[in-house]
T-cell receptor, first 110, second 113 residues
Framework: KQEVTQIPAALSVPEGENLVLNCSFTDSAIYNLQWFRQDPGKGLTSLLLIQSSQREQTSGRLNASLDKSSGRSTLYIAASQPGDSATYLCAVSHTGKLIFGQGTTLQVKP | DADVTQTPRNRITKTGKRIMLECSQTKGHDRMYWYRQDPGLGLRLIYYSFDVKDINKGEISDGYSVSRQAQAKFSLSLESAIPNQTALYFC????????????FGPGTRLTVL
């Protein structure tokens, strides 16, 4: 059974820091991996999607990497801002279904 | 206008009542999904549908049923609501081809008293 783990569960950093969020999964037979952002009480916004054949994707200050063989993905946020404060979720896709990690709650202090 | 909409956005009901949550999409996607989110447990899949004639159980389908009325509409029903079904419910869609990226609705907050 696929399991997805995100470490740390919570993270607090000062504004301007570069940071890395981690996601690990137990079964490497994935179709793709998605990173989402969720603001309190709100829906999920898709940030980046990495297909299984890809190693990384970039969007603005965000960079996501994927290492299927080791079952790991990282989300790198450059020059963090208070507006980046949210919960970040990773999810792996297999047979069309997403399996989610529990998320990392990020607080960026001004 | 939002591509994936959910109604209602908030609902408070009593134990034993029948509740229907509705999802509509304008993305033209064939695949639709229902998830629930509980604090500390992440999102878990309840039911999913890969086309109008296809319905599949997810990880936690007990106590729920669904109806795919059209390509654009997918409803989730709680036949007899119980307090541990209090959660945030999300609908999602995907195209089932190429990237198969999932797009989520804004969520329905359901409270069962």
């Amino acid at each position: 059974k696929q399991e997805v783990t995100q470490i740390p569960a919570a993270l607090s950093v000062p504004e301007g820091e570069n940071l890395v969020l981690n996601c690990s999964f137990t079964d490497s037979a994935i179709y793709n991996l998605q990173w989402f952002r969720q603001d309190p009480g709100k829906g999920l916004t898709s940030l980046l999607l990495i297909q299984s054949s890809q190693r990384e994707q970039t969007s603005g200050r965000l960079n996501a990497s994927l290492d299927k063989s080791s079952g790991r993905s990282t989300l790198y946020i450059a020059a963090s801002q208070p507006g980046d404060s949210a919960t970040y979720l990773c999810a792996v896709s297999h047979t069309g279904k997403l399996i989610f990690g529990q998320g990392t709650t990020l607080q960026v202090k001004p | 206008d939002a591509d994936v909409t959910q109604t209602p956005r908030n609902r408070i009901t009593k134990t034993g009542k029948r509740i229907m949550l509705e999802c509509s999409q304008t993305k033209g996607h064939d695949r639709m999904y229902w998830y629930r989110q509980d604090p500390g447990l992440g999102l878990r899949l309840i039911y999913y549908s890969f086309d109008v004639k296809d319905i599949n159980k997810g990880e936690i389908s007990d106590g729920y049923s669904v109806s795919r009325q059209a390509q654009a509409k997918f409803s989730l029903s709680l036949e007899s609501a119980i307090p541990n079904q209090t959660a945030l419910y999300f609908c999602a869609t995907s195209d089932g081809i190429s990237r198969d990226e999932q797009f989520f609705g804004p969520g329905t907050r359901l409270t069962v008293l």
